[in-house]
């Protein structure tokens, strides 16, 4: 098969390149030429692990391609992946106009029947308009070539994309005939083999099934959230509480764990986008609407624990961050808790130093020179008043507190993802303060399991 994905951002790449690992002919197209002519040299725009090898081994092999000719990538192509940014308007809603241009452009240069996926996440009604574009375009050419649209939504979490990708949980594609079907099941069959399911559906149900997976689990960081809020007020112990729900079949232990806020490309886009396609239906979403305002509440809650602690005495402080990205294994910034705590931070007057494995770049970007870049996590500690620990790196799991605690001017600990243990901290001569526990206040107590 040939294969055509239109987008070489972080959906674009890594489809592409997993389609190539396992035989098919892919070509990658972006407008942007330097990003193309960095991927010639093996230069990759997104970091995720594994994936520059993959890329490298394929186009020696001769399977994957760049391009800026979308004209060219067309051209007897079997399916063409629109994998291009949906961003986020003023109201919340998807801006659908690189990917109807994209759809336009396909319908201008298309010269055999082809299946046109729609892999960017589009409110419910994208692929309709994405159709209306390729037939004005063929009109307008006087051509009659027949096509099909399917939408075919991503699942890839960042840091693991190449295994959801290789190994998914479920393939979900909607189509509207069994021609496009069939097409899809030959493209997908190399992943089927060790009985990973494909479902087909509607196109309206697979366009919604990519804003409901990610609102769920958005509601659920929120609600565990929420309850952690209450766990400090009334003195219990919100990981003690995780563990009890977690172990009930029916909610697990994904997506449980308290901390300060989701971000990245996809939770709070999706979740504002499905809030304003509600409304534009005369529908309310009121559950999303209350996960949007604690994630963004709880954004600043490590944060209002530092001021607390030094009193709103925070002027000409030095405060040391361990962690930048959104999560760990990206360099993603988008919506990063760690962007709204060192903007407070500095608008307090505090003196900030950070370390990130592999986001530093990206964040100059954002934060410029307003804030020092250390060489690794111990040099942003030295004379540090605090540490916060912003996203749980694995690097930072398992550190020498006995070193940590010797380069810092003051031994203090927010931890806003709750890896360490209370205990061990305070043995040390450390204040440490995490999500969901009054460990200021609070005694350590035995725990019981009764048989």
Known sequence: ???????????????????????????????????????HQGILPIYEPGLEEMVSRNVEKGRLHFSTSLATAIQDCDVAFIAVGTPPGEDGSADLKYVLAVARGIGESMNSYGVIVTKSTVPVGTAAKVRAEIEKALEKRGADIEFDVASNPEFLKEGAAIDDFLKPDRIVVGVASERAEDVMSKLYKPFLLNGHPIIFMDIPSAEMTKYAANSMLATKISFMNDVANLCEIMGADVNKVRQGIGSDARIGTKFIY???????????????????TAQENGYDMQVLRAVEEVNEQQKSVLFDKVSRHFAGELRGLKMAIWGLSFKPKTDDMREAPSLVIIEKLLAAGCIVTAYDPVAMPEARHTLGDSITYAKDEFAALIDADAL??????????????????RLMKQKVIFDGRNIYEAAELKELGFAYHCIGVRTEHREPAATQVLK
């Open 258 to 276: 308290p901390g300060i806020g989701y971000g990245g490309s996809c939770f709070p886009k999706d979740v504002k986008a499905l809030i304003k």
């Open 388 to 405: 916060l620990v912003v996203t749980e790196w694995p690097d930072f799991r398992s550190p020498n507190f006995e070193v940590v605690g």
């Open 1 to 39: 098969m040939k294969i055509a994905i239109v987008g070489t951002g972080y959906v674009g790449l890594v489809t592409g390149t997993c389609f190539a690992e396992v035989g098919i002919d892919v070509t990658c197209v972006d407008i942007d030429q330097k990003k193309i002519d960095n991927l």
